[in-house]
């Protein structure tokens, strides 16, 4: 090779979604995989201001930031100067989906003039834009990594609890913002849990409140951050729940809070609830739902009441939660929350998951209802034991609880089944006695168990659906 021989690189860098999914990790390295790609560490300074702000970047930003950087140690090595707006992004053919870009890097005069006719080809089955020159705002719903495209909603038949089929959504576009909760089968046999096919919303994933059993810690576990909060941008959520919203005519409730606290993201200068609602509340047939361990409610409260919000509050008996729910708001604010809530004219449901027959679990719950039931009158009440997925049981680090799982289904380990019934039943009766009151429902419990309460599992109306 000559001295003066002029070489033209094409460049593949990854999309922001994919970096900004380890840069955490990265930035807590002394060495990471990206100081070896940029050649330097320059790159930290922008997130090393505020590491505490970092989930709120949006994707769009880190991208521009980074290949900003990656021409400037470009042209410092002597290319000639790459203007911003030329990469490439580049999709999948089928889900269009972004992967990565491609840059180009030339130190001849007319490299650019080249790569400029070359660029308006788009490799074949695939898509191709520039990243908007605008997009270095902070905000995740201002960020320009989506392009707007008409999304297809996929739907198959499901054989519902009551026996009859019917056809339903089971996702929009890929599911990775709205898929149907389909990991229970139909109940078969008197060990199968029984679990409705509700429809998730998939807005975030992950939870700070740290519970011992928390079922998030098997499902993240091979996540670098395990079940830190994530969030996905705000506005490819509205893509999705925009195309939903305007194409299914059955009633649907969508479930925020299957994979996430649903009120995780309220402290946040744009917070989920009111972005979510505002959507919402443009329809009268659909709703949302939040389920929530967070005290957080300001920004619900500075809304006018939707009748198309649910809010369920998830409690426990006091003497559970101090033990096992150590970094959750206190089941009195939490309750006060709900109260709040319900005063201002939401509909609020109760779900008191996991009970665990703890010595004087009875006495416990028991005061757990009283304390509700003296605040206000939630829509229905949603009864759920200890249970514990074998990944759940392989992923927590406090496994104290495990104690009390003797029993299999398919759902992972369960209370002895007796004592599941002695304590749903001893509530039950509490309820209907003394508050009069009968709208429970139970929580992925098992066929056997609902015939032994005398419960019709085909009538059901939990927590998560309409």
Same mark, same amino acid.
């Given at each position: 090779m000559t001295k003066d021989r002029r070489i033209d690189l094409v460049i593949t860098f990854p999309e922001g979604m994919d970096i900004k999914r380890n840069i955490a990790r990265y930035l807590k390295q002394s060495h990471s995989i990206l100081d070896d790609y940029f050649g330097a560490e320059e790159w930290r300074k922008i997130?090393? $201001?505020? &590491?505490?702000?970092?989930?709120?970047?949006?994707?769009?930003? =880190?991208? $521009?930031?980074? =290949?900003?950087y990656y021409r400037k140690k470009l042209v410092e090595i002597g290319y000639k100067e790459i203007k911003s707006g030329e990469e490439i992004l580049i999709k999948s053919s089928q889900k269009k989906l972004p992967l990565y870009y491609l840059l180009f890097a030339s130190k001849h005069p007319l490299g650019h003039k080249f790569w400029k006719e070359i660029s308006k080809i788009s490799p074949?089955?695939?898509i191709s834009f520039s990243l908007n020159n605008n997009s270095d705002n902070l905000v995740r719903e201002n960020s320009a990594e989506y392009?707007? &495209?008409k999304l297809k909603l996929v739907y198959k038949d499901y054989k519902l609890l009551e026996g009859r089929t019917k056809k339903l959504v089971e996702r929009v576009s890929d599911g990775s913002i709205i898929t149907r909760f389909n990991k229970t089968p139909f109940p078969e046999s008197l060990n199968d849990v029984v679990c409705p096919h509700f429809l998730e919303l998939k807005w975030a994933y992950g939870c700070p409140f740290d519970c011992a059993w928390c079922y998030l810690k098997g499902t993240f576990r091979f996540q670098p951050d395990g079940t830190s909060p994530k969030f996905k941008p705000l506005e490819k959520v509205k893509s999705h729940v925009d195309a939903f919203l305007a194409e299914v005519d059955s009633t649907e409730i969508l479930n925020t809070g299957e994979i996430a606290d649903s009120l995780m993201g309220e402290k946040n200068d744009h917070p989920f609830a009111k972005f979510i609602i505002s959507l919402f509340e443009k329809q009268a047939r659909h709703k949302v739902l939040f389920v929530t361990k967070s005290a957080a409610i300001k920004h619900l409260l500075d809304i006018p009441v939707s009748r198309q919000v649910v809010i369920s509050f998830s409690l426990n008996a006091e003497e559970v939660a101090k033990k096992w729910e150590k970094k959750a708001p206190t089941i009195k604010s939490r309750i006060e929350a709900a109260q709040k809530l319900y005063n201002h004219g939401y509909e609020v449901r109760i779900r008191i998951d996991p009970m665990v027959p703890v010595e004087n679990w009875e006495k416990f719950y028991v005061q757990l209802i009283d304390q509700l039931f003296n605040s206000f009158l939630p829509e229905r009440v949603t009864l759920g034991s200890l249970r514990g997925l074998q990944s759940t049981i392989n992923g927590v680090k406090d496994n104290s609880w495990v104690k009390y799982l003797s029993e299999s289904s398919n759902w992972g380990k369960k209370v002895d089944f007796d004592l599941r019934a002695a304590m749903y039943g001893r509530i039950m009766s509490y309820l209907t006695r003394k508050y009069n009151y009968s709208n429970v429902a139970l929580c992925k419990e098992t066929v056997a168990l609902w015939n032994e309460l005398g419960l019709s599992y085909k009538k059901i109306r939990c927590n998560c659906v309409w």
């Open positions: 997130f090393t $201001k505020d &590491v505490r702000n970092l989930s709120q970047l949006s994707s769009a930003f =880190i991208e $521009k930031y980074l =290949i900003d074949t089955g695939q392009l707007p &495209v």
